[in-house]
């Protein structure tokens, strides 16, 4: 399938999540072989959600911003006292 | 003051305004990042407020040539170890490789006898349903896979910078996040998660 095989594949995307930039051809079997094999497509897209939920998880995760970053400013201003 | 002039005059004193224009820019992906590396609000506020001080007092060293937020991301990874060394051991994923090669036969295609690698598409999960189970997980992960796999998927990082923030080589941070991605696709598929 493509001048890949799975296992190449495979470790493709769960090293660099897309082809690396090895050159057109390279990147060109790397579809080829994404398009025809359905369990390399699965198995890309597991590895995809899995990256998709924890960056939801983090970046969606309520902060009160403006109570951490005052605790940090006097934090950082008494450590840390102006020039006098 | 933008942060590029501090690097500029390292000696100058510290003053408010540098202050202020390391927790506005900076505060809240520092603090998203100790997040994802599993720590609780209060050891990931903790973990931000010793990286600015880290920062602040050694800011000599921070010769530009990085951005400072790389720069920022690996005081806080350092920091983060010497707490996970204080909690004692870590756990390993040197049985990774051997798991992964196991799943395909010798022409490199999948192994059909591991039915249980792939789910039906209806039986794909949510993003939200992985969520739940992915913080068992992750726990699962030793500190640097976490780290390599957070800046990259939450930050965005660049292999580059990757490598500048966790000071490892890019054949290095490819084995963190192979082995790292592996471990919690086979984590989640053990839960009875199908990620796909």
């Known amino acids: 399938m493509g001048d890949i095989d799975c296992r190449r594949f495979a470790r493709q995307v769960a090293t660099h999540g897309t082809p690396q930039a090895e050159g057109p051809l390279a990147t060109f079997h790397?579809?080829?072989?994404?398009m025809l094999c359905a369990f390399c497509r699965q198995y890309w897209r597991d590895m995809k959600n899995i990256g998709e939920a924890h960056r939801s998880k983090i970046t969606e995760q309520p902060l009160d911003l403006p109570t951490i970053q005052g605790r940090l400013r006097h934090h950082l201003k008494t450590r840390f006292p102006p020039p006098s | 003051m933008p942060s590029m002039e501090i690097a500029e005059h390292p000696s100058a004193p510290v003053d408010d305004e540098v202050?202020?224009?390391?927790?506005?820019?900076?505060?809240?992906?520092?603090?998203?990042?100790?997040?994802?590396?599993?720590?609780d609000s209060s050891v990931a506020e903790e973990l931000v407020q010793d990286t600015f001080v880290t920062f602040l007092e050694a800011r000599q060293r921070f010769e530009g040539r990085a951005k400072l937020s790389t720069f920022l991301f690996g005081i806080l990874y350092n920091k983060a170890r010497e707490m996970r060394r204080a909690q004692g051991k870590e756990p390993s994923l040197d049985a990774i490789e051997e798991k992964f090669d196991g799943k395909f036969i010798a022409d490199g295609h999948w192994n059909p006898a591991l039915a249980e690698e792939f789910s039906e598409p209806e039986k794909g999960c949510h993003v939200a349903e992985i969520t739940l189970r992915l913080t068992q997980c992750l726990e699962g992960l030793p500190l640097a896979h976490r780290m390599a796999f957070t800046l990259k998927e939450v930050q965005g990082l660049s292999t580059p910078a990757l490598c500048e923030a966790l000071e490892t080589t890019a054949n290095h941070l490819g084995v963190l996040l192979f082995r790292g991605r592996n471990a919690l696709r086979d984590c989640l598929k053990a839960k009875g998660i199908h990620p796909g």
Do not use: K, N, Q
């Not at chain 1, 790397?30 to 994404?34: G, S």
């Not at chain 2, 202050?19 to 720590?39: D, V």
């Open chain 2, 19 to 39: 202050i202020e224009t390391l927790i506005e820019r900076h505060s809240e992906h520092l603090l998203r990042t100790a997040l994802g590396l599993g720590f």
């Open chain 1, 30 to 34: 790397y579809y080829v072989h994404w």
